[in-house]
């Protein structure tokens, strides 16, 4: 989640959406996202919406207001929020993505009452999926039963590189080695799918470093595995360290070499690529993670938290950023909505195409302007698309077409 806020009109006090925005909601699936915003250190690449327990005051109305202690209660009150501005809408919710942050930086049991409101308020669908990310030194064994025990049932750990000098570069204060451990652990406590996000081209790490890293995630035996290009986000204390020479920055040309490296274990190893930049073991969906394709594909869901983004029939809407001011909106019965956007239909078609040609089944061919047609047409050509299922009416990318995905998308919208 970044750290900036878009422009958007007003949300209205009581966090009311329009009468359409909630007309036949049936065929979409319902989620939700909450955001933890605690960190125990800031990672130096990270743009994210959080903070340290520095970052906040300790005393005073704001400091009470943003504590980590009183997090989950505040949070639930937006879940509570939530069910009034959804109104009578039946759907029970399919999947609960925890993020942040360092949700288990939070007590276990603070985790298990936020999903227990989720479930009070809207229940919970017989084959929910319930994910938490963790950081590796954030957990335990006792840990990891209490949040299977609490209703969790798949886990996500920042592995980011098994090199300690890469993890230096990146800030990460884990022991290389621990989230394997943790890999194992979660099995034990019952999890049924567990996921490591991995890093590629942090400044030093070289092509050995990376294939080493996703040889250790694979050989820990988890049933997906998230692989992303490192961003250097200005602001960060990474792109100062850049700017100021200590660390060189890493060229596109590296970045597709480390792409290559990860189809090539990853595929190698019994895992497919479901979206650009995510692999599950082949032929088992139910390892794919669901919350994420409720984005890709533009369904419901609930972002709770500072800084959260929702979207509930075309109506897109993102959370003030600070702990202190949402937990004072919530406290005050205010929406903690900061601004909002309806999308038009012209807006959804081109979203569809952003997001759904970065998945293995592409987007439909349908959904192109003549002159996207055009283009789609060329990239067929020039081996950035798929054959056969262009011939079936869906643009599906080549592994080529992989590495130029945000080229293409940018052709196929025009």
């Known amino acids: 989640m970044p750290s900036a806020l878009p422009d958007g009109e ?3 006090q009581d966090g009311a959406l329009p009468p359409a925005a909630l007309a ?10 909450l955001h933890v915003p605690y960190c125990a250190t800031r990672c130096g690449y990270c743009d994210f919406n959080t ?4 970052e906040l005051r300790s005393g005073g109305k704001d400091g009470v207001l943003a504590s980590q202690e009183n997090y989950a209660g505040t949070l639930a009150d937006e879940v509570r929020m939530a069910r009034r501005v959804m109104g009578d809408d039946q759907r029970k919710v399919e999947t609960v993505f925890v993020g942040g942050g360092t949700p288990t930086l939070l007590p276990a049991k603070d985790l298990a009452h ?6 009070e308020e809207f229940g919970l669908a017989a084959d929910a999926e319930i994910t938490t990310e963790a950081n590796p030194e954030s957990v335990g064994p006792e840990y990891l039963a209490s949040l299977r025990e609490a209703g969790f049932n798949r886990i996500s750990f920042g592995m980011q590189s098994a090199r300690p000098h ?3 570069v990146l800030d990460r204060t884990h022991t290389p080695g621990r989230p394997e451990a943790c890999v194992a652990e979660a099995r034990a406590a019952g999890f049924s799918h567990v996921n490591l996000d991995l890093i590629y081209g942090t400044p030093g790490e070289s092509d050995d470093d990376w294939r080493a890293s996703l040889e250790a995630a694979l050989g820990a035996g988890p049933d997906h595995v998230s692989a992303y290009a490192l961003i250097v ?16 920055m890493t060229d596109d040309d590296a970045h597709a070499d480390r792409y290559l490296i990860a189809e090539e274990l990853l595929s190698a190893a019994g895992m497919d690529w479901y979206e650009v930049s995510n692999w599950a073991v082949a032929g088992d969906p139910a390892a794919r993670c669901r919350h994420n394709e409720l984005y890709w594909t533009g369904a419901d869901w609930w972002g709770a938290g500072p800084g959260a983004h929702s979207h509930v029939g075309g109506v ?10 949402y937990a004072q909106a919530l406290a005050e019965g205010r929406s903690p909505g900061a601004g909002r956007e309806l999308l038009s239909a012209e807006d959804r078609r081109v979203e569809r195409i952003l997001l759904e040609l970065r998945l293995a089944q592409g987007c439909p061919l349908a959904l192109l302007a003549p002159d996207g047609a055009k283009a789609a047409q060329q990239a067929r050509d020039d081996g950035l698309l798929e054959r056969a299922p262009y011939d079936e009416g869906r643009a599906v990318l ?3 077409g992989r590495l130029l995905a945000d080229a293409v998308v940018r052709d196929l919208v025009d």
């Open 398 to 400: 080549t592994l080529r």
């Open 51 to 54: 903070y340290t327990a520095t």
């Open 24 to 33: 036949d909601r049936s065929a979409h699936p319902l989620g939700f996202y």
């Open 114 to 119: 936020m999903l227990a409101v989720i479930r």
């Open 10 to 12: 007003a949300v209205p």
């Open 316 to 325: 897109r809407w993102w959370n003030v950023k600070h702990p202190a001011a």
């Open 233 to 248: 986000e200005e602001g960060t204390r990474l792109a100062h360290r850049i700017r100021r020479g200590e660390v060189p």
């Open 166 to 168: 890469v993890l230096k």
